[in-house]
């Protein structure tokens, strides 16, 4: 049969047609609808700020209401439909719904991106295919319009002139306010065409939409006899044809090749921008429109289309969703690419420049969902069509009863990112406000594409400080802006600073370096016990342990043994084995201690190696995560004794670190060169016999020389490749002075039972931050 165009709409309704809104409501002034950063307040790229204030003057502004119908008008609409009157009539608990509020395109209006601009479509173009448009309409002074029509110039006008006006009426003090005020538009009207003639002009200005940037078209319109999609699949699935381009005659008339020339030309248009389709106003039909739902018939139309329903809502005082009765067919077998919004609204009219009129129909709910892609496209230049259209389709509103009860499934759109989906309402209602905001929590990516990048989430702060190293790669970082990505990929930039990055200039390798510290005391003075030597001996054994990085995160198993190789040399051997899951470290120690009279020296070598751990810190996330770490230290020591119960212990060392850096992290570390020193006053038989008492003051291991290579994501483009940011960061310039001051105590108690207590502070000499205090106490039993 041959296919006749028809407008899919319900005819234009209610007594106004024709009138001026300056007979409804005065015009209101748009000065104070600019939003603005408050002062102190940052912006970052691709991440909205809301001024709150604006948003609150938008929801109350006359010209932002206009699009909504009266209470009365409301009720004339639902009673033509056989429906009850509105709930904001009948309980307290209600309110009428704002075509606009309800859907937080006030919010979007009142939000600020980077560049100082509002999110209201500036910038974008949105594309409608229709019967006619007065473009001359006070709805549209200013805008700019790219007008691609037919040379036979239809007499109709109302339609396309409402439905341009839903989408994109600017806000300029008359008239209503559309979704995406600030966008232009491409305009093609069909005219009187034939069907042949038809399939070729919408082909043409898709293209032409594509070639100029559109970044929606919007279609409210479909063909007579149309079928739903169930049963035009089930007709299609039985000719035995694989191509619905050589079907589509049987259904609508016309020549193979045309449509899929048509066809051809929506698939190329997905790539720039999204195609927005109105259901049909049959709601007799059991399942979506046929025409509207073409992907179910074209596959590889899916990437970028939506179809869109109508439904009167019911709001409550809240203005949360509490029923939506669809006016429309229903999702059906469309609903993971269907949304629903109210299209029974006040829309420009073209009787005159100034006139409007009350309309309703899917007609008019599809260019609102046009209009929230073009300000999605505004805030997320760098996304593709498909990817503005996912965050719609994900973040709409669903939470009412009847949604539930006509619950048809889920989708997931990325893990952890679920949604249900109903037959009736698809996906829901828009929310322009949760598309505008991240989704699933923020990470860091580390790798080629979004879809394929391991992501570090952010929620809980970033590690860029650690032992050794400083605070160097924090301090780098703390101004740079950084792209992070949310569950589905959309990038919103920070600054290193506001993502949060932990740690500190005092932040230990393990989570109690007192407790540490008095164990591997413990263990060495287990070892010194074994043999006979003079207390100065003892302690310039023992003055290490404050301050070295060879045995910091000494852990797991430890050993320690001293052998006496003639009158005057001891050797002592030191180490730990920890075989933590994931991260095993080893450590070993030899050190040559020489006694003399009233002092004792040392000279040590060490080496450990440390799995998943830069140095002795088990290491994470994208700046610090490393494969390994070998390391190697050198250490001179003396201890000069005072008397029968003091001596005085100085210590230095100096080390050299390899890191192995991990595949895909963002930090290459080169080889490091680290020291530390400090100073040791001890007492001997202080409470008990045999016991010692020690009071420690130095510096904590700290870089000396050396260099980390960064890369930070920067940017992403539409096919979801990243780009990263390289630069060198010195990590001597964030050691800051790390000191560690303290006491120890060790003796043995009655029944062979050593005691072993140590406190210790942790402080930077030249950064305000809280200092880290820790103590420990440890008992154990010899046999």
């Not at 949304?339 to 609204?345: E, I, N, Q």
């Not at 992403?716 to 310039?733: K, T």
Request: glycine content about 10%.
């Amino acid at each position: 049969m041959v296919g006749i165009l028809r407008i899919g709409m319900v005819a234009l309704a209610g007594a106004l047609a024709g009138c001026t809104l300056e007979d409804i409501v005065p015009s209101d002034s748009t000065a104070d609808l600019t939003p603005s950063v408050a002062p102190g307040q940052q912006v970052f790229p691709g991440y909205a700020t809301v001024d709150t204030v604006v948003a609150e003057r938008l929801r109350q502004n006359a010209e932002f209401g206009r699009i909504d119908l009266g209470q009365a008008d409301e009720a004339a609409m639902r009673a033509s439909f056989g429906l009850g009157p509105p709930c904001a009539q009948v309980s307290s608990g209600c309110t009428s719904a704002s075509t606009l509020v309800v859907q937080n395109v006030h919010v979007a209006h009142a939000s600020v991106l980077a560049d100082g601009s509002a999110v209201r479509g500036g910038g974008q173009l949105i594309a409608i295919v229709d019967e006619g448009f007065r473009t001359a309409h006070e709805d549209f002074s200013g805008k700019s319009i790219v007008e691609f029509s037919s040379s036979q110039a239809s007499a109709e006008r109302n339609h396309g002139t409402a439905v341009a006006g839903v989408a994109a009426a600017r806000l300029n003090g008359v008239g209503i306010v559309g979704v995406a005020p600030d966008a232009s538009l491409h305009l093609t009207s069909w005219g009187n065409q034939s069907l042949g003639d038809m399939l070729g002009l919408l082909a043409a200005s898709t293209r032409d939409a594509a070639a100029r940037g559109a970044v929606a078209q919007n279609n409210s319109w479909g063909w007579t006899g149309e079928r739903s999609a169930f049963s035009e699949r089930a007709f299609f699935n039985a000719s035995g044809l694989k191509d619905y381009a050589l079907f589509a005659p049987a259904s609508y008339g016309g020549k193979a090749s045309d449509w899929g020339v048509l066809f051809d030309a929506y698939d190329a248009f997905q790539s720039r921008g999204v195609i927005v389709y109105a259901n049909s106003n049959d709601d007799t039909l059991p399942d979506v429109s046929a025409w509207a739902a073409l992907p179910l018939l074209v596959p590889k139309l899916r990437e970028a289309w939506v179809v869109v329903g109508n439904a009167l809502l019911e709001v409550n005082s809240q203005g949360r969703i509490v029923d939506a009765d669809m006016l429309s067919a229903p999702c059906g077998s469309a609903a993971a690419f269907c949304l629903v919004t109210d299209g029974s609204v006040m829309a420009p009219n073209a009787a005159t420049d100034s006139s409007y009129a009350i309309v309703t129909g899917t007609s008019f709910a599809a260019p609102q969902v046009a209009g929230h892609i073009a300000l999605l496209s505004q805030a997320f230049p760098n996304l593709s069509p498909a990817e503005r259209l996912t965050r719609l389709l994900a973040t709409a509103q669903n939470g009412w009863s009847s949604f539930a009860a006509t619950r048809s499934g889920e989708v997931t759109f990325a893990p952890g990112v679920t949604r249900p989906q109903s037959r009736l309402y698809g996906m829901g209602v828009p929310d322009i406000a949760a598309a505008l905001a991240p989704i699933g929590g923020l990470a860091i990516a580390t790798g080629a594409t979004v879809a394929t990048a391991a992501a570090m989430p952010v929620g809980g702060g970033v590690d860029a400080t650690a032992p050794v190293v400083g605070s160097a790669i924090a301090q780098a970082l703390a101004g740079r802006e950084i792209m992070l990505i949310d569950a589905l990929g959309t990038d919103f930039r920070r600054t290193g600073s506001e993502i949060g990055l932990k740690g500190s200039s005092v932040q230990p390798p393990v989570a109690n370096p007192s407790q540490q510290i008095a164990a591997q005391a413990q263990s060495f003075a287990f070892g010194f016990a074994a043999q006979a030597g003079t207390a100065a001996t003892v302690d310039a054994g023992m003055a290490r342990l404050f301050f070295s990085q060879s045995l910091a995160g000494a852990a797991g198993s430890r050993f320690s043994n001293v052998i006496r190789l003639d009158r005057v040399n001891l050797l002592h051997v030191a180490g730990y084995f920890d075989d933590r899951a994931g991260a095993p470290a080893a450590a070993v120690s030899l050190s040559r201690l020489r006694e003399h009279a009233r002092f004792t020296t040392e000279f040590s070598l060490s080496a450990g190696h440390h799995q998943n751990r830069l140095f002795d810190a088990v290491s994470s996330g994208p700046f610090l995560g490393v494969d390994s770490t070998t390391a190697t230290t050198a250490s001179v020591g003396a201890t000069a004794r005072f008397g029968e119960h003091w001596s005085l212990s100085g210590f230095a060392e100096i080390g050299v670190g390899a890191v192995a850096g991990r595949t895909g992290g963002l930090a290459q570390i080169g080889p490091i060169l680290h020291a530390s020193a400090g100073v040791a006053a001890a007492r001997h038989d202080a409470l008990l016999a045999g016991d010692r008492l020690s009071l420690y003051l130095g510096l904590r291991p700290r870089v000396v020389a050396g260099r980390a290579r960064l890369r930070v994501p920067a940017a992403r483009d539409q096919s979801g490749a990243i780009a990263y940011e390289a630069f060198d960061v010195d990590l001597s310039s964030g050691g800051g002075v790390p000191l560690r001051a303290g006491f120890g105590y060790l003796a043995t108690l009655p029944g062979a039972v050593d005691l072993s207590l140590n406190a210790n502070i942790d402080f930077d000499a030249t950064v305000e931050e809280e200092p880290l205090a820790s103590a420990s106490v440890a008992l154990r039993k010899r046999f």
